[in-house]
């Protein structure tokens, strides 16, 4: 008798995790749209709070390309990309997609706006998993830390301010979180070594993003 009520069990069980499995796959085809949307919106939002629509003249969110960088300078080896803003059809700054996995949760995905000439538009965040109330402090809608890449450019005789204040460096960190903001400052360093090594590629590459 306890072999049968076993094996209907496991069966029950093994129906209810196909179902289960079923049910999550069906209402992940249905909301992945919505969430390309958002990203979307998300993504033009901050692409107009890096860089003022008055600055440029093109269609920055068709104006993209992708980019893979084997140094890994932009996070790691996956295709990034890259926005370029023009204004009568001169150059006049790239934002790039970048991400750093050296948060204390998890990948933060960034967009680093940088002029022709080397200088930071700005930076926000695109996405992350960062702890609410400490490493969160990275969204403008929390604090303003962020906003302090805006103006700054990198160079190689003074790498040493690219690093934290607790590091010896020039950015503050989080009262209680020195991990997130340093992986932050390394990221969006590394971004415009990136832009310093491609600069002259990146301006010259045919966009692709908006091709069907």
Request: charged share 20%; with cysteine; net charge positive.
């Amino acid at each position: 008798m306890m072999l049968p009520a076993i094996s209907r069990n496991a069966f029950l069980l093994g129906a209810f995790a196909i179902v289960c499995t079923g049910a999550i796959a069906f209402i992940n085809v249905l909301t992945q749209p919505l969430i390309l949307e958002q990203e979307q919106l998300a993504l033009q939002k901050n692409i107009n709070q890096v860089i003022q629509p008055d600055q440029y003249d093109n269609e920055i969110i068709n104006t993209c390309f992708n980019v893979i960088d084997k140094d890994q300078l932009l996070g790691d080896d996956q295709p990034k990309e890259v926005f370029i803003a023009t204004k009568n059809k001169q150059p006049v700054a790239a934002l790039i997609q970048a991400s750093t996995f050296k948060g204390y949760s998890g990948e933060i995905k960034l967009l680093v706006g940088i002029y022709s000439n080397g200088v930071i538009a700005g930076v926000r965040v695109n996405s992350h998993t960062e702890t609410p109330g400490l490493g969160d402090k990275i969204q403008t809608n929390k604090s303003n830390w962020i906003l302090s890449f805006a103006g700054k450019k990198y160079e190689q005789a003074k790498k040493s301010k690219w690093e934290v204040k607790k590091d010896g460096g020039s950015f503050d960190a989080f009262t209680g979180a020195t991990i997130t903001p340093r992986a932050v400052t390394h990221a969006v360093r590394d971004t415009l070594i990136y832009f310093q090594k491609h600069k002259t590629e990146l301006f010259n590459t045919q966009p692709n993003c908006g091709e069907k």
